[in-house]
């Protein structure tokens, strides 16, 4: 079964510096999906990043990019220039990429990131 | 385009009675998702439908939950009787089932989720 892992429960970051939230996971396939999900305050999830795992390159999205290593099963999330509306708490998630769970969606425990003005 | 609806955003209910949530996904997904945060946990996966059809109802926890997706289109999560371990937040998320290139991309758009209190 796969596994994925945010050891950092809370985290905090002054306005327009840089932050970096941690994630682990655990499988023995070799093509999946991964993924960072915010969630703020009104709670409804929002898909912040997405990376094949069969791809090399590391996703970016404007101010958000990530760290994949394949190898070390880590996939971390660096949120550049952060603003007040980045505060929320981000959830990493796995999927396989194929097979009859494809659509299931792993989740780690949630990181909540404060923002400081 | 509206998005992943969910209804009722808050139920609270006694032990033993029953719960009806309803999820209305992004038209023309086919695919639709249910998961639950209890407290202090993560977020679980339920099951997966593809249109009418269940894909995947591996983490659907006992026979007092009921999902149903007549005709492909909105789905309803019943549980019954419900025990107040089924405290929590259920959420619903909906996918298109391929991109342009033909590859799942399993892009999951979450609803607000339904508030579920068991006292």
């Known amino acids: 079964a796969q596994t994925v892992t945010q050891s950092q429960p809370e985290m905090s970051v002054q306005e327009a510096e840089t932050v970096t939230l941690s994630c682990t996971y655990d499988t023995s396939e070799s093509d999946y999906y991964l993924f960072w999900y915010k969630q703020p305050p009104s709670r409804q999830m929002i898909l912040v990043i997405r990376q094949e795992a069969y791809k090399q390159q590391n996703a970016t999205e404007n101010r958000f990019s990530v760290n994949f290593q394949k190898a070390a099963k880590s996939f971390s999330l660096k949120i550049s220039d952060s603003q007040l509306g980045d505060a929320a708490m981000y959830f990493c998630a796995y999927s396989n990429a194929g097979g009859t769970s494809y659509g299931k969606l792993t989740f780690g425990q949630g990181t909540i990131l404060t923002v400081h003005p | 385009e509206a998005g992943v609806t969910q209804f009722p955003s808050h139920s609270v209910i006694e032990k033993g009675q029953t719960v009806t949530l309803r999820c209305d996904p992004i038209?023309?997904?086919?695919?639709l998702y249910w998961y639950r945060r209890v407290m202090g946990k993560e977020i679980k996966f339920l099951l997966h439908f593809v249109k009418e059809s269940k894909q995947d109802e591996s983490g659907m926890p006992n026979n007092r939950f009921l999902a149903e997706r007549t005709g492909g289109t909105y789905s309803t999560l019943k549980v019954q009787p419900a025990e107040l371990e089924d405290s929590g937040v259920y959420f619903c998320?909906?996918?298109?089932?391929?991109?342009?290139?033909?590859?799942?991309?399993?892009?999951?758009?979450f609803g607000a989720g339904t508030r579920l209190s068991v006292l």
């Open positions: 038209s023309g997904h086919d695919n």
């Open positions: 998320a909906s996918s298109q089932s391929y991109g342009t290139s033909g590859r799942r991309k399993n892009i999951q758009y």
